[in-house]
């Protein structure tokens, strides 16, 4: 009698215990977890947060359309805090707790902190930002630009008489992989084109850097060798200030263009535009782009700034790695659909070859062998309101070149 007791209260609460855990388990089983990793505060914020923003857009605009697989999108939304290391154990946290896929960083040296978190736990990253190349890992798909789409179209530009003809160069950069090794390619690139090294000069400025009146006398200095061109990849919100001393100093576009290739309309919300008018950015999208799934996106995120009182939302503006994330978090969503699974190994199979009509106005295309997409470049001019105008542009996308032909022994890396 006393074991029928026993046994009766152990059902109970073994039924008990299922019946409180099922809706959890069933509710876990109609969501796809997806990581969202960018710094909300620290130097980088004031790039990275809209890249935050724009991804929970999207997982809201698939989640009303049905979602994935018939399963709703459940973002997990973590931040580094501009804190490399921190990168690190922010993404294994996220793969910790399962999810699919990390949409995030923004600084090479970033990624390159959670690269070995992504190897060892065989998670997936989608990277949105234009970058320095020299690198291809099986668990990144790349959405921004590698050099050839982007650094070495603009130099181009700037040595063309379209573009003022530049004999001088100054690599203005801040202090880490990204501009150094850009500025390496870049180098090799004007070397080869006959700029000798006297005519280069190359600058770095720790994150976070203020005080670029030195560097812009200097620059203003060396320009009276003839005519020159700045190129920069200063990062983060140092940008603020730099562009504040270009205008302090008058120095113009006319005299020394500046060509930026981490600037786009979100950093220039926080600048007096009208002074820098006719200086250059290099991207592969600019929110001034016509055409009609342009003008969806913009209209969409203006709206959804508005709906989730974002600071600013009044002033809300689209950029290149906005887009470029967009595009990476859709072409995931296919993948998947395509692979009837979010298993890593099944989603990275099928997504080479993946298309997207993108807001740059083309069909851009994911490689079969390299991880990068084909993409279009744009070079666009600065103007009064903080929007660009377009200058220059590609006939069509471009294929990535992540490993840089200016470089000795990189010839036969193109594919995985």
């Not at 959405?143 to 003809?165: C, H, K």
């Not at 030195?214 to 620059?219: P, R, Y």
């Not at 390299?370 to 471009?398: C, M, R, S, Y």
Request: hydrophobic share 40%; aromatic share 10%; with cysteine.
């Amino acid at each position: 009698m006393k074991r029928r007791h026993i046994l009766k209260q152990l059902s109970i609460a073994t039924l008990f215990a299922l019946t409180s855990w099922m809706p959890q388990a069933i509710a876990a089983q109609d969501t796809i977890k997806v990581g969202i990793l960018h710094s909300l505060s620290g130097t980088m914020a004031i790039s990275e947060t809209s890249l935050k923003d724009v991804a929970l857009m999207t997982i809201d605009e698939i989640n009303a359309n049905g979602g994935v697989m018939g399963k709703k999108l459940e973002a997990v939304v973590v931040d580094p805090a501009s804190n490399w290391p921190l990168f690190a154990e922010r993404a294994r946290e996220l793969l910790t707790k399962d999810v699919a896929v990390v949409f995030g960083c923004w600084t090479s040296v970033s990624r390159k902190s959670v690269l070995p978190v992504f190897k060892e736990m065989n998670g997936l990253l989608f990277y949105p930002v234009q970058y320095e190349g020299e690198e291809l890992e099986m668990n990144v798909f790349y959405t921004g630009a590698a050099p050839n789409q982007q650094a070495i179209p603009a130099v181009e530009y700037l040595m063309s008489a379209e573009g003022g003809g530049a004999k001088r160069f100054v690599l203005l950069g801040t202090d880490y992989v990204y501009p150094r090794t850009t500025n390496k390619i870049l180098r090799q690139f004007l070397n080869k084109n006959g700029v000798t090294d006297a005519n280069i000069e190359e600058i770095y400025t720790p994150f976070g850097h203020s005080d670029y009146q030195t560097i812009v006398a200097n620059i203003k200095k060396f320009s009276q060798g003839g005519k020159t061109a700045v190129v920069s990849t200063i990062n983060g919100d140092s940008n603020v200030p730099f562009y504040k001393e270009l205008g302090n100093a008058g120095l113009k576009a006319t005299d020394v263009p500046v060509v930026a290739f981490s600037v786009g309309e979100e950093e220039l919300r926080g600048v007096d535009t009208k002074p820098l008018v006719g200086h250059l950015a290099a991207w592969n999208y600019f929110e001034s782009l016509k055409n009609p799934t342009n003008a969806e996106f913009v209209k969409k995120w203006k709206a959804y700034a508005k709906a989730k009182n974002l600071p600013n939302f009044q002033t809300a503006v689209t950029n290149d790695p906005m887009e470029a994330t967009y595009i990476g978090i859709y072409m995931w969503k296919q993948a998947v659909e395509k692979a009837g699974t979010t298993n890593v190994d099944k989603v990275i199979n099928a997504m080479g070859g993946q298309t997207f009509v993108a807001p740059d106005g083309f069909t851009v295309k994911m490689d079969e062998t390299n991880h990068h997409l084909h993409k279009p470049v744009f070079i666009g001019e600065i103007q009064a309101d903080g929007q660009f105008e377009v200058v220059w542009q590609t006939k069509g996308p471009i294929r990535a070149q992540p490993w840089s032909p200016y470089i000795p022994g990189n010839e036969s890396k193109q594919s995985m």
